[in-house]
């Protein structure tokens, strides 16, 4: 059992726009395939580019998806897997809505991500003193409303900056 299935259960993703201009409907397998990869060949067309964000313009599918996403980083994950999922975080808290998603009544998907993302913070600095600093700093200088906390990590973390996770 997996806190991540459990989480991706959670969603009604047929009832949400996706990137690719469907219904969410098909996200769960995607998560799965991704989440279950044991190697980059087994991700090949499963990736979340193109579904949750385009050139991070953000889909409706967006905050739904980072509490999966935060549940899967607590997880035992392949490297490539984990980078791709931690990339994918740091384009939603740091994109903005589609325009298709504005004229929708969904204006501010950021704002949600942002605060969806806030929920797993200690995760996040968990992963800024143990794993990809730079890409976890990222997320959290947009996501930590503590910036004297944020300032704090960055300044211990300082020797391990530039250790990236390989990506996809």
Do not use: N
């Amino acid at each position: 059992m997996r806190a991540s299935f459990i989480e991706l259960a959670r969603h009604d993703w047929a009832g949400l726009r996706c990137g690719c201009r469907e219904s969410g409907a098909h996200l769960p397998e995607t998560f799965t395939r991704l989440l279950e990869a044991r190697s980059v060949e087994e991700t090949v067309g499963y990736g979340l580019a193109g579904h949750l964000e385009e050139q991070s313009m953000l889909f409706q599918v967006a905050p739904h998806a980072v509490p999966v996403i935060l549940a899967a980083l607590a997880e035992d994950l392949p490297p490539f897997v984990r980078g791709h999922l931690l990339t994918m975080l740091w384009q939603l808290v740091t994109g903005e809505s589609h325009l298709s998603e504005s004229e929708a009544g969904e204006p501010e998907l950021e704002e949600e991500c942002c605060a969806a993302a806030r929920e797993g913070i200690w995760l996040l600095y968990r992963e800024a003193v143990s794993g990809d600093t730079e890409t976890a700093l990222d997320i959290l200088e947009f996501v930590d409303p503590d910036t004297d906390r944020f300032e704090a990590f960055r300044s211990a973390t300082a020797a391990r900056a530039g250790k990236r996770l390989p990506r996809e």
